[in-house]
């Protein structure tokens, strides 16, 4: 049993709804691990209570929390202070809460490049081709473009990849289905949609195109092993999986709400992995 002292630290993570949330379960473990007096919670919000209940908390004590959907774009609106993460991202996942003050930040694009180093790959190596335009391939593509890398993005709904270019410059677009046709030139392919999750089909993409020493990297964590992913390890092409992204995206709210600073290691993907096959 854990009891909390009265001046236990406080964070969680808002969403609508949040029930399908591994972060609890994942700074649970931190919190255990290093022995903390903190609490780290589910808080369901509706998006219409959204920024009246983040003051709320910040008013009751809380360090801070992290936000997932549908909350991101919301976060970023009303935060007193965001820093170039969240500028880049156009969306906040990270809020800590200081001097009266919410400050913003987005660990997703960090998260991507920390997982990408703790497999060996440098995210600089050479061009990159995303597929999708949602909000996580925002992220990603922005963080790689933050380093100097080559970025082309293909997306389904060509409209939607063409606002994202005018948030992104230095993007380049191609239709969805040249994406075969572009991947040789790229040491580094990433998807970011939804195919390949559990109950959707897979990406269908070429890899035999593949350049020599290309990265294979999927941000779908549910399964663990995408067929992407798979069909990466078949043809010996370096496979970077999307649960490591998400233990990363969490060590920075992590340090900032607890104090410590959280290592990301085989116990607690054990851990956070038992949990996404038991779903
Ligand atoms: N590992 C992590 O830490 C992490 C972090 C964030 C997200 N994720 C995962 O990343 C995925 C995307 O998240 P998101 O927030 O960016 O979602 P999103 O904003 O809803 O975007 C979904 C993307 O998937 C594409 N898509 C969906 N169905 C498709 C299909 N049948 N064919 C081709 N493209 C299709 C969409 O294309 P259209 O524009 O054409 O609809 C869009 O580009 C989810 O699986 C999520 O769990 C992982």
Same mark, same amino acid.
Request: hydrophobic share 50%; proline share 6%.
């Given at each position: ?29 931190? /919190?255990?691990?290093? @022995?903390? %007096?903190? =609490?780290?919670? +589910?808080?369901? *919000?509706?998006? $219409?209570?959204?920024? &009246? ?62 997982? /990408?180093?703790?497999? @060996?790959? %440098?995210? =600089?190596?050479? +061009?990159?081709? *995303?597929?999708? $335009?949602?909000?996580? &391939? ?96 078949a043809r010996q092409i370096r496979a970077v999986e999307g649960l490591g992204m998400l233990l990363y995206q969490a060590v920075p709210g992590f340090r900032a709400w607890f104090g410590v600073d959280p ?17």
């Amino acid at each position: 049993m854990t009891i909390l002292s009265g001046t236990a630290r406080l964070a969680g993570i808002t969403g609508w709804p949040v029930r399908h949330s591994r972060s609890p379960r994942l700074h649970g473990f931190w /919190l255990e691990r290093y @022995g903390i %007096d903190g =609490a780290y919670v +589910p808080l369901p *919000i509706a998006p $219409a209570d959204f920024p &009246a209940a983040v003051r709320g908390l910040m008013l009751a004590g809380f360090a801070g929390v992290n936000v997932t959907i549908p909350h991101k774009v919301a976060a970023f609106a009303i935060c007193d202070e965001v820093d170039e993460s969240a500028r880049r991202a156009g969306a906040v996942n990270t809020l800590v809460f200081g001097n009266g003050k919410i400050i913003g930040s987005n660990t997703d694009g960090w998260g991507f490049l920390e997982n /990408l180093r703790a497999h @060996g790959v %440098d995210p =600089a190596a050479g +061009p990159a081709l *995303i597929l999708g $335009a949602g909000g996580a &391939a925002r992220a990603v593509a922005a963080v790689l473009l933050s380093l100097g890398v080559r970025v082309t993005l293909a997306n389904r709904t060509r409209a939607r990849a063409e606002a994202l270019a005018r948030e992104l410059p230095g993007l380049t677009l191609i239709d969805w289905d040249q994406r075969d046709h572009a991947l040789p030139g790229n040491a580094l392919l990433v998807n970011t949609t939804s195919l390949g999750m559990a109950g959707h089909s897979p990406v269908e993409i070429g890899l035999d195109r593949g350049a020599r020493g290309l990265t294979v990297a999927d941000i779908v964590y549910v399964p663990l092993e995408t067929p992407l992913l798979a069909a990466a390890r078949a043809r010996q092409i370096r496979a970077v999986e999307g649960l490591g992204m998400l233990l990363y995206q969490a060590v920075p709210g992590f340090r900032a709400w607890f104090g410590v600073d959280p290592a990301v290691d085989e116990a607690l993907r054990r851990f956070v992995a038992a949990d996404l096959l038991a779903a």
